[in-house]
Nanobody
Framework: QLQIVESGGGLVQPGKSLRLSCTIS????????IGWFRQAPGNDREAVSC????????NYAEFVAGRATISRNTAGNKVYLEVDRLDPEDTGIYYC???????????????????WGQGTQVTVSS
């Protein structure tokens, strides 16, 4: 049974950066896809970025392209998401998820991921 814990959220001023961490305990079936999702009030959960395996395969959503970096540690149990130039529209709960699907042109959808963390709140406000 996987345990997924997100951390690093909080209140951030617009224009600043934030680094989120996802810690995974238990055995993932490699190559696994690790995804970061966000959900704003009243909106569906949407993919922000995803990484497969050791990090050779990465996708970003258009709304963070050029200002986000996803990475995974060598042990494979931590995945990081750094987002720069934060905007109030980036506000939401950020979730980390583990799955097995992969597409070369976009991240898998939320329903493709079987294991989820509880999420960490990110609020971008002055």
């Amino acid at each position: 049974q996987l345990q997924i814990v997100e951390s690093g959220g909080g209140l951030v001023q617009p224009g600043k950066s934030l680094r989120l961490s996802c810690t995974i305990s238990g055995s993932t079936l490699e190559p696994a896809t690790i995804g970061w999702f966000r959900q704003a009030p009243g909106n569906d959960r949407e993919a922000v970025s995803c990484i497969r395996g050791a990090g050779g395969n990465i996708n970003y959503a258009e709304f963070v392209a050029g200002r986000a970096t996803i990475s995974r540690n060598t042990a494979g149990n931590k995945v990081y998401l750094e987002v720069d130039r934060l905007d109030p529209e980036d506000t939401g709960i950020y979730y980390c998820a583990v799955g097995s699907e992969w597409y070369s042109w976009r991240c898998p959808r939320a329903h493709d991921f079987r294991h989820w963390g509880q999420g960490t709140q990110v609020t971008v406000s002055s």
